[in-house]
Nanobody, 122 residues
């Protein structure tokens, strides 16, 4: 089993940056594809980004491509989401998740963190 804890959320002005971190417990972190999802009020949880086990491949939602960067440090059991040029529409609770497959669909993710709030003011 994997336990995930996100951090790094907060309030930022439009155009600003934040870096989210997700620390994982357990010795099998490098066995999982890691993903970031977000959920805004009254909206469904949506895919943001994912990174394969070795970090060789990354995937992004069109809405964040070119602005967000996902990375991981398997030695530290941590995955990151660098968010630049933030927009008010990026406001949401951001969740990290772990999957045994290479996946962008939330249904394929087995473990989830508790989420961290990101608020972008205009």
């Amino acid at each position: 089993q994997v336990q995930l804890v996100e951090s790094g959320g907060g309030l930022v002005q439009a155009g600003g940056s934040l870096r989210l971190s997700c620390a994982a417990s357990g010795r099998t972190f490098s066995s999982y594809t890691m993903g970031w999802f977000r959920q805004a009020p009254v909206k469904e949880r949506e895919f943001v980004a994912a990174i394969t086990r070795s970090g060789a491949s990354t995937f992004y939602a069109d809405s964040v491509k070119g602005r967000f960067t996902i990375s991981r440090d398997n030695a530290k059991n941590t995955v990151y989401l660098q968010m630049n040029s933030l927009k008010p529409e990026d406001t949401a609770v951001y969740y990290c998740a772990a999957s045994r497959t290479v996946a962008v669909s939330r249904s394929e993710y087995d473990y989830w963190g508790q989420g961290t709030q990101v608020t972008v003011s205009s």
